[in-house]
């Protein structure tokens, strides 16, 4: 059998994988910590911005950061001054959770918080999640605004900001003009939310920071533009998060099956690593950023978990949180005719990075832990009356159709 092609360079620390129980007794899982006032500091790495300016291409082809020791740290730091941060969010996907994460967060922490949101407050995405629980942000503190983001100076209305965080841009030509007008207006601090997916697949897993990157993906070349405008900058590669308020399908897909009685059809052996956080994890990645800023300064963090889980590992993980049975059942795409990016929430494929510059730079510590949380997101589920939704399933049917697997009527 073929290797599968991950994306990522070098095992030089053994990958964190997740267990469930029914798979290995043995290993127990984690307890989730509660954050701690203190922070220490490590910056034992950094990049200059006159080195990163000049090596931008060569930092981003190369291999050269992979720290062999990580350090556990706790996760906030209470007495950092005070912040006025704008976040700039998508209206659409499954990062627009992060802005809403990210807003809370930072207003617990006593800072001022404006969150703009691209589009109308009237339009209809406003009445799904994350946009109908603004009221939190409001409630907390914050304020919410509209607009289009190429007119940002005016959407503000000539208010000033310390940090802004780009939480919608996927290219240049959307990202430049909030760009410029921070760099003008004496912002000091730029954040963007890039994509682990620019990682070169590879044979040799885990994805970390200064790995190879696709020059014609369009946040690559956001992050370059930020480097040479900013001397003050984070960039953060997410990959697949859950979470309260999330609009992109990932645990539910496997809950809408689960609940019913329905097979569970992954592509490949099931084998494959994939890294799922829960979207508390990147939102205190975030704050690290805004309070620890000359430690954040021209670095780029995997905004992931500490730990891969496999795709079987997935489905089983939800089975577990759902009180019921998982039949999983495995199939080649090509053979059965479908796109298994249409057929299937994750990349049918190694897909796993690691936070490691985060946990050595931030002293970040994560704190998903996929058994639990998964119980919280299956409640929720169940509360919101999803288990008893009308949902068709028909490129499911025609993969189980194609290997004679029956269905539950």
């Known amino acids: 059998m073929a290797a599968l092609p991950f994306s990522s360079s070098l095992f030089s620390s053994k990958p964190s994988i997740y267990f469930p129980s029914s798979i290995s007794p043995s290993f127990p899982h984690p307890s989730l910590s509660p954050i701690s006032n203190s922070s220490p500091i490590s910056s034992s790495f950094s990049i200059s911005h006159s080195n990163f300016l000049s090596n931008y291409s060569s930092f981003s082809s190369s291999s ?3 720290p062999s020791t990580v350090f556990s740290f706790s996760v906030r730091a209470s007495s950092s001054p005070k912040k006025k941060v704008l976040i700039v969010n998508t209206n659409s996907g499954g990062h627009a959770v992060i802005g809403f994460y990210f807003a809370k967060q930072l207003l617990g922490s006593g800072h001022e918080v404006t969150i703009l949101t691209v589009g109308e407050q009237s339009s209809d995405k406003m009445n799904k999640p994350p946009f109908n629980r603004f009221s939190e942000i409001v409630s907390g503190g914050g304020k919410t605004v509209w607009g289009d983001p190429a007119e940002i100076g005016k959407v503000v209305e000539g208010a000033s900001f ?3 965080l780009d ?4 290219d240049i030509d959307t990202v430049r003009p909030v760009i410029d007008w921070a760099k003008s207006s004496g912002v000091k601090q730029f954040l963007f939310i890039s994509s682990a997916g620019i990682y070169k697949t590879t044979d040799e897993p885990p ?5 190879p990157v696709k020059a014609d993906a369009g946040h690559v070349g956001v992050e370059k533009y930020i480097a040479e405008v900013f001397s003050s900058w984070a960039v953060f590669r997410p990959q697949y998060m859950i979470g309260s308020g999330n609009n ?6 496997f809950f809408d099956r689960i609940v019913r009685d329905r097979p569970i059809p992954i592509p490949g052996s099931g084998m494959q690593l994939t890294n799922i956080a829960h ?3 990147l939102s205190s990645m975030l704050t690290l950023a805004v309070e620890k800023p000359d430690e954040a300064h021209s670095n780029i963090f995997n905004c992931v978990s500490g730990r891969a889980v496999t795709l079987d590992g997935m489905a089983k993980l939800c089975a577990q949180a759902a009180g019921r049975p998982v039949n999983i059942v495995h199939y080649d795409p090509k053979a059965v005719g479908v796109d298994a990016k249409k057929a299937f929430p994750f990349r049918n494929m190694h ?3 690691e936070p490691r510059a985060a946990q050595e730079i931030l002293g970040w510590e994560g704190t998903t832990n996929l058994p639990e949380d998964l119980k919280e997101r299956f409640e929720e589920y169940v509360k919101i009356g999803r288990d008893k939704k009308a949902i068709k399933f028909e490129l499911d049917d025609k ?3 194609s290997l004679n697997v029956p269905v539950a009527a």
């Open 162 to 164: 310390d940090v802004v």
């Open 64 to 66: 050269s950061f992979r």
């Open 399 to 401: 993969i189980l159709e």
């Open 167 to 170: 939480n919608n841009g996927k």
């Open 207 to 211: 994805h970390v920071e200064g790995d």
């Open 279 to 281: 979207v508390r994890d």
């Open 351 to 353: 897909f796993y990075a």
């Open 248 to 253: 992109k399908d990932c645990e539910e897909w």
